[in-house]
T-cell receptor, first 113, second 113 residues
Framework: AQSVTQPDIHITVSEGASLELRCNYS??????LFWYVQSPGQGLQLLLK??????LVQGIKGFEAEFKRSQSSFNLRKPSVHWSDAAEYFC???????????FGSGTRLQVQP | DTAVSQTPKYLVTQMGNDKSIKCEQN?????MYWYKQDSKKFLKIMFS???????INETVPNRFSPKSPDKAHLNLHINSLELGDSAVYFC????????????FGPGTRLLVL
């Protein structure tokens, strides 16, 4: 079955530390891949996306993600986390011809001072 | 300028009532969506419309009826509200090209008492 997995429900990091959020997908073909962020009580904001080409994708707010076909992964990274990064992060996939995104269950990021 | 807007932002109502949520986008997109986010933050597609035509209906109870009067608007009407309908409902829009990025509204927080 097609699925998107975010194995970490909750991650806590110290401010200034590096961050990696994991995302794995299970689809027959390479899907389109997205990372969205949801701050408390807010909507979803697109951080970055991968369609094709360079497997290292740069996004907003200093985030980047790397697509690894062999591992069916699209992990999100940030070298130095800021307190304002505390939020819920969602990985999502889209398929050509299917006009909807399938989301992972989200990872809640907490940032310690 | 707000790209995707929803009204109301909060909705508190009694079981059995009928309510509507409105969505408007000013991005010129031709595809619009309704997603439901449950209490565990899980996001799932409900409906997708392209050029005012329903293209995805993901096993949603027929108490939920979307209506798209034009490409820029997608409303959601819910009849006979149940406790389990309590959730955050997100509207989104995209351009119907391959790997389209979806832009989300701020969400409508529905609480059924």
């Amino acid at each position: 079955a097609q699925s998107v997995t975010q194995p970490d429900i909750h991650i806590t990091v110290s401010e200034g530390a590096s961050l990696e959020l994991r995302c794995n997908y299970s689809y027959g073909a390479t899907p389109y891949l997205f990372w969205y962020v949801q701050s408390p009580g807010q909507g979803l904001q697109l951080l970055l996306k991968y369609f094709s080409g360079d497997t290292l994708v740069q996004g907003i707010k200093g985030f980047e993600a790397e697509f690894k076909r062999s591992q069916s992964s699209f992990n999100l990274r940030k070298p130095s986390v800021h307190w304002s990064d505390a939020a819920e992060y969602f990985c999502a996939v889209g398929l050509t011809g299917r006009r909807a995104l399938t989301f992972g269950s989200g990872t809640r990021l907490q940032v310690q001072p | 300028d707000t790209a995707v807007s929803q009204t109301p932002k909060y909705l508190v109502t009694q079981m059995g009532n009928d309510k509507s949520i409105k969505c408007e986008q000013n991005l010129g997109h031709d595809t619009m969506y309704w997603y439901k986010q449950d209490s565990k933050k899980f996001l799932k597609i409900m409906f997708s419309y392209n050029n005012k035509e329903l293209i995805i209906n993901e096993t949603v109870p027929n108490r939920f009826s979307p209506k798209s009067p034009d490409k820029a608007h997608l409303n959601l009407h819910i009849n006979s509200l149940e406790l389990g309908d309590s959730a955050v409902y997100f509207c989104a829009s995209s351009q119907a090209t391959g790997g389209e990025t979806q832009y989300f509204g701020p969400g409508t927080r529905l609480l059924v008492l």
